[in-house]
């Protein structure tokens, strides 16, 4: 008895609209007979039993709840010549309205659809629908969940496919792809598929293709294309443009969700890997996505020239210990848009690793931006002076980026902690200490077997006595290709390696053992003080490999020194005091090494248990005769008031020496007396002390 149209049977179009309209009603308009539908809420379409009129329709169904001028609206509406003039148009018509007599106030939506294809009108299918919901939570609509974006001029066949979808997916629907891309613009990045038709009216589907791939933030997102059988040269054509897959019509339902829900987990793979490819924190690429990009970038422009600018910020650690993660972050995003705006030409740039940056810039020469501003920058951070340095490498074709970056990062490292110098170019001086660097490291282990490593021994002369009080056990390499080496040159690289604790058991073994051989031979000895690295304190028996060492030759404790730094307790207080303190307890003589030039003198000195401070040179030479204000002679009389004995280092000249006998320092040691020299000269010097 139902009239069918050709593009979508009674069926199908009845299934389509029951997702969304509660009631469907099947109208005769030559015989005046509705037969009503309702959706029941799962899946069946239960037919009413009795047949109405359409007057019976719109009174007992739709108007009912209206009153006034809602109701006359409505009523106008639904008057057959109304819908016949506007359904010839359109085919089919929908209009949302208003209930207010209901409380609170209710949304309902018709959908009237013209089953005839021949001219007038006959038979109608309306659908009446209960949207509060939808009213009330558009945005939301909108917003959440993955969504698929169907671009189709047919409004049937975009119901059709939001009723296949609608149960896995929020279906955003456009008629053509103009508002396909207004729909993108806003939710790019939750379209998990676009299903687009290709033959349409306004912007058909390839135009839609061809735009859409020129897109570069769109290129994840995958495009099923709509077609009819036969149709191979179109898809070839859509493939050439870029689309991922087609579907057929007329919509077979399974195949549908079935190439939907996997080109959706396509999309889901390759956001994760666009995950990878980017920090969330800062939104640069992640080290190897910068990497690849950087290099390929700098591999197909020979003829441009780039730099790796690699950026540093100084004492990142202590600052994310002090103020918390979120303002650390806080941050690093300041830095990395900071660098973007002010350095030129840069390009992109990538998180290499915690706090280290790194930026692909095209220029032709060197340039960065002037100290004022890099000043200006580390003032406005969101806390007070956070200072950055830079390293650049002027990029060559064929060096791989990785290698750039490195350099540009040792760069930096030759300007840290040194105030006032922001920015470091890898240069020749720079590849020469870096080599010499990666020399030395090749050569400790060897080093150490062939016994390379020789303990110089500097004296310590007591004023009182005016004598040889003591000494520290200072260490060299004697290298037979490099040469003699100053542990300038190499303990800071053994304290980052690690290194360093090797070398120091090393030391302080030569140590015990000349000593032990110093008293068998009968000569009056002093006591030796070694240098106890930062590194050595991680050692949680630190204390007890000492004490044992130094039994091992029945050598009294209290002829070992042991010499720390101000900056090694920073490192991890607790443990340094708690190693100290054993050690203090077994009878070794505790030296606080190059006191003065840290900050956190007057903490450390509270709270170790020290006997003797080491003056560092640099207050000897700050030192200004005359003035009783000075750091030097604050230091000393802050040991006399906490009962510790003061040891004067780097004095050179006789002014200096008698202007800390002056101030009543009690130890000298210094090229004035002695410099560093070697065990059997400073044994010599012994026998006539
Ligand atoms: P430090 O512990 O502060 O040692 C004192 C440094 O001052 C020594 O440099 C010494 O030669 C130098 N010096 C002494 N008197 C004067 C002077 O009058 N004028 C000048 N200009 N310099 C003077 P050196 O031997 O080059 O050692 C440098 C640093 O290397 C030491 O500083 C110490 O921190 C470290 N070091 C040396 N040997 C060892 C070791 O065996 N183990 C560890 N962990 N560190 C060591
Ligand atoms: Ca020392
Ligand atoms: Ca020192």
């Excluded at 309205?97 to 209710?106: H, K, L, N």
């Excluded at 077994?586 to 903490?603: H, K, M, Q, V």
Aim: hydrophobic share 35%.
């Amino acid at each position: 008895m139902h009239a069918e149209r050709k593009d979508f049977s009674i069926q199908n179009l009845l299934m389509l609209l029951s997702s969304n309209y509660e009631f469907i009603f099947y109208v005769d308009f030559d015989t005046d007979e509705v037969v009503p539908y309702h959706f029941a809420g799962n899946s069946d379409i239960q037919q009413e039993s009795a047949r109405i009129t359409y007057r019976e329709m719109t009174d007992n169904f739709i108007t009912c709840k209206m009153t006034g001028a809602e109701r006359k609206e409505i009523e106008n509406i639904l008057k057959k010549d109304h819908l016949d003039r506007h359904l010839r148009a359109k085919k089919y018509y929908t209009y949302d309205f208003r209930c207010s007599g209901y409380d609170p106030e209710r949304y309902f939506r018709i959908k009237i659809v013209n089953m005839d294809e021949t001219d007038g009108l006959h038979h109608a299918v309306i659908g009446l629908a209960n949207i509060d919901n939808e009213k009330h939570s558009r945005i939301d609509f909108y917003k959440s969940g993955r969504k698929i974006l169907v671009i189709e001029d047919n409004e049937i066949n975009r119901e059709i496919l939001t009723e296949i979808l609608s149960d896995m997916y929020t279906v955003i629907t456009a008629e053509n792809g103009n508002e396909g891309f207004e729909i993108l613009s806003e939710y790019a990045e939750d379209i998990a598929v676009i299903i687009t038709n290709l033959e349409m009216p306004v912007y058909n589907g390839y135009e839609f293709l061809e735009r859409f791939s020129s897109v570069r933030q769109y290129s994840a997102i995958p495009v099923l294309v709509v077609t009819t059988t036969n149709q191979t040269e179109a898809e070839i054509k859509c493939l050439q443009l870029g689309a991922t897959d087609f579907i057929v019509k007329p919509y077979n339902r399974e195949v549908v969700r079935n190439r939907v829900k996997s080109l959706a987990r396509l999309k889901e793979s390759s956001a994760m890997l666009n995950a990878l490819e980017k920090d969330n924190l800062t939104g640069l690429y992640t080290k190897e996505f910068f990497i690849r990009y950087a290099q390929e970038k700098i591999d197909c422009n020979p003829d441009k020239k780039y730099c790796i600018v690699c950026s540093d910020i100084e004492n990142f650690k202590v600052i994310n210990d002090k103020y918390g993660l979120k303002t650390g972050d806080d941050i690093l995003i300041y830095i990395s848009d900071q660098i973007k705006k002010n350095f030129p030409g840069i390009i992109f740039g990538g998180r290499i690793n915690g706090d280290i940056f790194a930026f692909l810039q095209e220029t032709d020469e060197i340039s960065y931006p002037d100290k004022e501003t890099i000043e200006y920058i580390s003032k406005h951070a969101p806390v007070i002076s956070v200072s950055v340095k830079f390293g650049i490498y002027p990029a060559e074709c064929g060096r791989s980026v990785q290698h750039m970056t490195d350099r540009a990062v040792m760069a930096i490292n030759q300007i840290k902690n040194v105030y006032g110098k922001y920015v470091a170019v890898y240069d020749n001086k720079i590849r020469e200490g870096l080599m010499k660097q990666q020399q030395i490291i090749d050569n400790m282990q060897d080093a150490l077997e062939k016994r390379q490593f020789k303990v110089y021994y500097q004296p310590k002369h007591e004023i009182s006595s005016d004598k040889t009080s003591g000494a520290e056990a200072l260490v060299r390499w004697i290298h037979p290709v490099l040469g003699f080496m100053n542990p300038g040159l190499f303990i800071d690289i053994f304290e980052k390696n690690g290194f360093i604790t090797q070398l120091d058991e090393y030391v302080w073994n030569e140590v015990c053992s000349s000593m032990a051989r110093w008293r068998n031979s009968g000569i009056d000895i002093v006591p030796v003080s070694i240098n106890v690295s930062r590194r050595d304190f991680e050692k949680d028996d630190l204390a007890e490999e000492i004490i044992n060492l130094v039994d091992s030759y029945s050598l009294p404790h209290d002829y070992l020194h042991i010499e720390v730094t101000e900056s090694a307790y920073s490192d991890n207080p607790k443990k340094i005091e708690k190693t100290i303190e054993k050690l203090h307890d077994a009878g070794f003589i505790i030296e606080l090494d190059d006191f003065g030039t840290g900050y956190s003198s007057l903490a450390v000195l509270n709270s170790m248990k020290l006997d003797i401070l080491k003056l560092d040179m640099s207050l000897i030479k700050q030192d200004i005769s005359s003035s009783d204000r000075s750091a030097l002679v604050f230091a000393i009389k802050l040991a006399q008031m906490l009962g510790l004995k003061t040891v004067a280092e780097g004095v050179e000249n006789s002014e200096q020496c008698e202007r800390v006998k002056s101030l009543g320092c009690d130890y000298i040691q210094g090229y004035f007396y002695s410099r560093p020299v070697p065990e059997e000269e400073f044994m010599e010097s012994l026998k006539f002390n």
